[in-house]
């Protein structure tokens, strides 16, 4: 008999762990972020902070995560100006936990996700803090519709060790849609400046990864048509743009070749390495010898 596959069907069609897409916003507490890069890291973090690789540590992490979403935004909840003035990243200023406790805290952060909730403004929200006050403003934005991951350090991995030793902190990572982990000494490293790259990443993990991406591409570029390698060529001298069709290819492509979607930082790298391979000339055919005799043999 012909089965009737109704809606209910396809969404138990859905796999556990699978990539999602979508827009995100970060709500970051310092003091919190600041903890979290203490634990399990060699060395003093210190007191200053340096936030400029954070957008890309952050979106690397999400993306090993299973979510491929565009980390549109970062609010960084703070008792102390930093002076430093970024490009998508937005300073809340809140009073000490020392003062109150963290209640100003639970204000500043608990307003901004209700609003982005029912202002349906992003598709996820990643929330870096472990004060469980946090647990019923969480649940309320996710029966609104959106999904909310936490961020945490290695110890997430192992649940049930959390459940004993931290109880309250495992009630609100098991909250979350997802625990998006992130290296304690990689983010000790950001925090202070130290990283060689802006993608969390070390040099010869870039260095790898570009290489990788500049054989899918070459792969992909030989097997395209001349007038199809015209076309690209002419579209990416007026706009810098990649057409649609050829970026989804290429994600693809990297995404079969590392077993994991791109983040947006190697996205872009993705896409420079294109323009570069595009930019190559191309190599010149060996004229061909008019007028001689075939080669014969003695």
Not at 77 to 105: C, E, K, M, N, W
Not at 194 to 202: E, F, I, N, W, Y
Not at 226 to 233: A, I, K, V
Request: glycine residues 8%; contains cysteine.
């Amino acid at each position: 008999m012909k089965r009737d596959f109704s809606p209910q069907d396809n969404r138990t069609e859905r796999r556990f762990g699978e990539h999602r897409g979508g827009s995100c916003i970060a709500l970051i507490d310092g003091r919190f972020l600041m903890w979290l890069a203490q634990q399990g890291a060699t060395g003093a973090t210190g007191e200053s902070v340096n936030r400029q690789g954070l957008l890309n540590l952050l979106s690397i992490a999400l993306s090993q995560s299973g979510l491929d979403v565009d980390l549109r935004r970062i609010y960084w909840y703070s008792d102390r100006p930093d002076g430093l003035v970024l490009d998508d990243q937005i300073v809340r200023l809140v009073q000490t936990h020392d003062a109150d406790g963290g209640a100003s805290l639970i204000r500043s952060l608990g307003h901004d996700l209700k609003q982005l909730a029912q202002q349906h403004a992003c598709d996820h929200v990643l929330v870096a803090s472990d004060d469980e006050r946090f647990l019923a403003l969480i649940d309320d934005a996710q029966l609104g519709g959106l999904s909310v991951h936490i961020l945490a350090d290695e110890s997430a991995r192992n649940m049930p060790q959390m459940v004993r030793t931290d109880p309250g902190w495992a009630r609100l990572l098991a909250q979350a849609d997802r625990r998006v982990v992130v290296n304690s000494q990689v983010l000790a490293d950001m925090l202070q400046g130290k990283l060689p790259v802006g993608m969390g990443l070390t040099v010869e993990d870039v260095e790898e990864l570009r290489q990788s991406m500049h054989e899918v591409i070459t792969a992909w570029w030989a097997d395209e048509p001349e007038d199809l390698r015209e076309d690209l060529r002419d579209a990416l001298q007026v706009s810098r743009g990649i057409p649609q069709e050829v970026d989804r290819q290429l994600l693809l492509r990297m995404r079969q070749r590392l077993t994991r979607a791109l983040s947006l930082p190697e996205k872009k790298m993705l896409r420079e390495t294109l323009r570069a391979v595009v930019a190559e000339p191309a190599p010149h055919a060996t004229p061909a010898l008019v007028g001689l005799p075939p080669d014969t043999d003695d």
